[in-house]
C-alpha cells in the first residue's frame, strides 16, 4: 500500500492505493500548516504504507522553482518524520488540471457532494493525488522501475 501528498500552499491532498498497488483512491483534504506532518505520519501507520509519494511540480523547463523548493522541503521534513519508510518526490506537473477536468466531467470525485468554492478544491486536492498516484503505480508497473527520487532522510546519516 502506498500514500500520496500533493503538497500545496492552504492544503494537502492524500491519496492510497489499494494493498496490491493497482488502483488510487483519494483519502482526505489536510490543512495545511501546524499538525499537518503528524496527521500525514498517522495516515501511514494507520494504513501501513510501505511507502509515501510527494508530488514534485518541476516547471516545464525542468528547472526547479519556488513551488518545487517548497515541495522538496515538505518531502525532506516528511522523510526525517517517516523513517524508515521511504519518501519518493515525483513529477506532478499537470496533476491539478487532469483532477480538475475529471472532476468537470462527472468522474467519480465528484460524487463527494462538494459543487463550491473551498469544499470544491479541498476534492481537487484529493483528485490531484489520485492522479499522481495512480500514475507513479502506472509508470512502475510499465517500466519495472519506480518514478522519481528517493528523499534521503538526515536520519542515521552522518
Do not use: C, W
Not at 86 to 114: I, M, N
Amino acid at each position: 500500500m502506498r500514500l500520496a501528498v500533493d503538497p500545496g500552499n492552504a492544503r494537502i491532498g492524500v491519496a492510497a492505493s489499494d494493498p496490491s498497488g493497482m488502483l488510487a483512491s483519494p483519502v482526505e483534504t489536510v490543512p495545511r500548516g501546524r499538525g499537518d506532518l503528524q496527521r500525514i505520519a498517522l495516515l501511514v501507520l494507520e494504513r501501513q504504507a510501505r511507502e509515501v509519494v510527494v508530488g514534485y511540480p518541476a516547471s516545464l523547463s525542468g528547472e526547479e522553482g519556488p513551488a518545487a523548493r517548497s515541495a522538496r522541503e515538505f518531502a525532506n521534513a516528511l522523510a526525517k518524520l517517516l523513517h524508515p519508510v521511504p519518501v519518493r518526490l515525483v513529477d506532478e506537473r499537470l496533476t491539478t488540471v487532469t483532477a480538475q477536468g475529471q472532476l468537470l466531467s462527472g468522474a467519480s470525485f465528484a460524487k463527494k457532494g462538494a459543487r463550491g468554492g473551498r469544499a470544491r478544491r479541498s476534492v481537487i486536492d484529493q483528485a490531484a493525488a489520485t492522479v499522481l498516484l495512480q500514475s507513479a503505480l502506472d509508470q512502475e508497473r510499465s517500466t519495472g522501475h519506480p518514478p522519481g527520487e528517493i528523499v534521503r532522510s538526515s536520519q542515521g546519516e552522518e
